[in-house]
C-alpha cells in the first residue's frame, strides 16, 4: 500500500479542519496531542477491513430503514472509490484525522457531502475499530496456516530424501539413543500442526461480531447486528456489548498461539545451526541459504537460522507487551487499546518471515550421510537396547540397567562400543549373556528393535510418513 501520507508539521498552509467528534469543544488539540495521538501512521493497514465493515452497516442501516437506499449506494460508490485510490497510491492520509477510520469517513463526506454523515449511525470507533481488528486477524490466520503446511510440506519432503539414515538423538545435549533423521524430522510436523491447531480454535474463538455494539452500551435505533454479522462471515453477533468492545482476548490468544510457533522454529533453528557447524559437520546449507563473513574469507555462516532463532524474541516480546497493555484496564474501552496493533501487526510480519525463511532452508540443505555415519558409533546409543534384551531375558529392569552400566564402564575402560565386547567378556559381567546379544548391539540393529507405537522403528516411521503424505495431499514421491 504505497498512498501518500500528509502531516502538517511539514505542511503547514494546510489548515486544521474540526475533528468529527469536536462540537462540545472550543479549542483544538495541540499540535503535541496530535502527533502523539495519531494512529493512523500504522493502523492504515486496517483500511480493507474497514470499508469492508462500513460497506455492511451502510447496507443494513439502509435495510433498517435508517437511510435511504439511495444514501446508501451513494458510500457504497465512494467507498469503493476511495479503496480504488488507496491501492493505487493517490489516497493522502492525514494524520490530523487521527486514525484509519476518521481518514475514510472524512473522505468520503468530502466526496459525497450529506450522506456520508449517516454512515456512523448506531456505531462508535469503538466497536468499529475491534471489528476491523478481528476480521484483519481472521485473514492473517489463514495466511500463517498456509506457511505452516508449506512447511510441513518441505520438512516431509526433506524425510523421504533421507530414507533409512540414522542421526544420534539426544537428551541433554548428550548422544542418547540412535534414532531415525525421518523421526527426528518429522517432530516439527507433528508440532507444527498443533501449531496450526491453536490457530484454528483462535480463529474459531474470535470470528464474532463486535459491529453495532457501539460504545459500550449499544444503541436504542432498530439496527440488526444478525445482518452485519452474517454479511462480514462473522459465526455470530457478540452477545455483550461490553464485552464486545473492551477485551482484546482474542490478539491475546493470537499472540500466545505466534509465540508457541516461534518457539517451535527456534529450536529448529537452533538444532541447525549446530548441526552446520564444523564439531558436529552433519548438516550443510547451500549457496543460496547462507552469508559470510567480513573478514574471515572462509565462513559459511547458516544466518537465515540464527535469525529465525533471534526472531522469536520479538513474538513473544509482542505478547508479552500486549499482556502488560491489558493487565490493569477497567471496562470498557480505553484509548491504551490503540496500542494493541504495532505488536500484533509486528507478530504476524515477524512469523510469516521466519515459516517463509525455515522452508527455504529446508528446501536447500543436505545431511551428511557419510560424516553421521563417521561418528555415529561414539556414546554407546546401543545401551538402553541392550538393557531391553535383559528384560527379555526375564530380569528386572533395574538389575538390567545395572548390569548395562557396567558393560559401559567395562567399553570405556578398554576404549571400545558395546558391540566390540566379546561374549565372554560380556558373560564376566553376568553369565545371562548368550549369543543372540549381538543382535541388539550397534545402532542398526538397535533402531530395528524399536517397535512400539510412534517410536523411531523403520516400519513405525514408514507409518507415520504415510500418514502425514496423506494429511498435506502429497505424492509420495515428492522430494
Not at 60 to 74: E, I, K, N, P, Y
Not at 144 to 165: D, F
Not at 333 to 341: A, F, G, P, S, T
Request: proline share 4%; glycine share 6%.
Amino acid at each position: 500500500m504505497a498512498s501518500r501520507e500528509l502531516d502538517k508539521e511539514q505542511n503547514p498552509k494546510i489548515p486544521k479542519e474540526n475533528k468529527l467528534w469536536g462540537g462540545r469543544f472550543e479549542d483544538s488539540v495541540t499540535d503535541a496531542v496530535e502527533r502523539f495521538s495519531e494512529s493512523v501512521s500504522f493502523d492504515k493497514e486496517l483500511y480493507k477491513h474497514d470499508i469492508m465493515g462500513s460497506r455492511a452497516h451502510a447496507t443494513m442501516l439502509a435495510h433498517q430503514g435508517l437511510m435511504t437506499d439511495s444514501d446508501r449506494d451513494s458510500i457504497l460508490h465512494g467507498l469503493d472509490e476511495i479503496e480504488r485510490r488507496i491501492e493505487a497510491g493517490n489516497f493522502v492520509w492525514r494524520t490530523d484525522r487521527e486514525d484509519v477510520h476518521m481518514n475514510i469517513e472524512a473522505a468520503l463526506t468530502d466526496m459525497i457531502g450529506e450522506p456520508a454523515k449517516k454512515l456512523h449511525t448506531a456505531r462508535s470507533r469503538n466497536d468499529q475499530v475491534v471489528t476491523d481488528l478481528r476480521l484483519w486477524c481472521r485473514e492473517a490466520i489463514d495466511k500463517i496456516l498456509a506457511r505452516i503446511k508449506q512447511l510441513q510440506v518441505a520438512l516431509v519432503s526433506l524425510a523421504l530424501k533421507n530414507e533409512g539414515l540414522i542421526v544420534p538423538g539426544y537428551t541433554h545435549l548428550q548422544r542418547a539413543q540412535p534414532v531415525l533423521l525421518q523421526h527426528l524430522l518429522l517432530t516439527y510436523v507433528e508440532q507444527l500442526e498443533r501449531d496450526a491447531g491453536r490457530l484454528v480454535d483462535c480463529k474459531d474463538r474470535m470470528n464474532f461480531c463486535p459491529l453495532g455494539a457501539c460504545a459500550l452500551a449499544g444503541t436504542g435505533l432498530p439496527i440488526n447486528r444478525f445482518m452485519t454479522s452474517d454479511a462480514l462471515g462473522f459465526t455470530a453477533p457478540m452477545r455483550n456489548s461490553i464485552d464486545a468492545v473492551s477485551d482484546r482476548d482474542f490478539v491475546l490468544e493470537f499472540l500466545s498461539a505466534n509465540s508457541i510457533t516461534a518457539i517451535h522454529l527456534s529450536r529448529l533453528g537452533e538444532e541447525w545451526v549446530l548441526w552446520a557447524s564444523e564439531e558436529f559437520g552433519f548438516l550443510t546449507p547451500s549457496d543460496s541459504v547462507s552469508t559470510g563473513s567480513s573478514i574471515m574469507p572462509q565462513k559459511k555462516n547458516p544466518d537465515p537460522m540464527e535469525l529465525v532463532r533471534g526472531k522469536s524474541a520479538r513474538v513473544v516480546g509482542d505478547l508479552v507487551t500486549l499482556l502488560v497493555l491489558c493487565k490493569g484496564l477497567p471496562q470498557a474501552y480505553n484509548r491504551d487499546l490503540q496500542e494493541d496493533k504495532e505488536p500484533l501487526f509486528d507478530s504476524v510480519r515477524t512469523i510469516l518471515g521466519m515459516l517463509e525463511v525455515t522452508t527455504e532452508f529446508a528446501c536447500n540443505i543436505t545431511f551428511n550421510h557419510a560424516k553421521i555415519e563417521r561418528v555415529l558409533p561414539a556414546g554407546h546409543l546401543d545401551a538402553t537396547t541392550l538393557a531391553d534384551y535383559l528384560v527379555k531375558k526375564g530380569l528386572p529392569f533395574r538389575t538390567s540397567h545395572e548390569i548395562v552400566g557396567r558393560s559401559v564402564a567395562l567399553c570405556i575402560a578398554r576404549n571400545c562400543q558395546l558391540s566390540d565386547l566379546t561374549l565372554d567378556q560380556l558373560r564376566s559381567i553376568n553369565p545371562i549373556f548368550e549369543e543372540d546379544v549381538y543382535e541388539y548391539l550397534g545402532v542398526e540393529s538397535s533402531v530395528k528393535k524399536f517397535g512400539s507405537y510412534g517410536s523411531t522403528g523403520s516400519e513405525c516411521v514408514a507409518e507415520q510418513l504415510k500418514f502425514w503424505i496423506a494429511k498435506l495431499h502429497m505424492n509420495q514421491t515428492q522430494e
